[in-house]
């Protein structure tokens, strides 16, 4: 199983990143996939899940909800998620994580939001 996230970066308060997780090594298309992030001194949260029926069965944090829009392309085997209207607290690393059991974290990728 390998998770490969990827698109993070430095981005300035309003602005927006897309980032992708790319899944191999099972059936992408049988497992829910979610996204959380870690901050400095914090714990992980979640963010942001998605069903493995598809594009209309999401669910979102109260911090994401209207911000972020989760979606998958079961074709590419790849969840991704984008984010509008960047905060600095929404700086951390995100780690793209397999619903399926046993669950399966990807390395995750940092996302500055920064003046």
């Known amino acids: 199983v390998q998770l490969v996230e990827s698109g993070g970066g430095l981005v300035q308060p309003g602005g927006s990143l897309r980032l992708s997780c790319v899944a191999s090594g099972f059936t992408f298309s049988s497992s829910g996939m979610r996204w959380y992030r870690q901050a400095p001194g914090k714990e992980r949260e979640w963010v942001a899940s998605?069903?493995?029926?598809?594009?209309?069965?999401?669910s979102y944090s109260d911090s994401a909800l209207g911000r972020f829009t989760i979606s998958r392309d079961n074709a590419k085997n790849a969840v991704y998620l984008q984010m509008n209207n960047l905060k600095p607290e929404d700086t951390a690393v995100y780690y793209c994580?397999?619903?399926?059991?046993?669950?399966?974290w990807g390395q995750g990728t940092q996302v500055t939001v920064s003046s």
């Open positions: 994580y397999r619903s399926l059991a046993p669950g399966y």
């Open positions: 998605i069903h493995m029926r598809g594009n209309n069965f999401t």
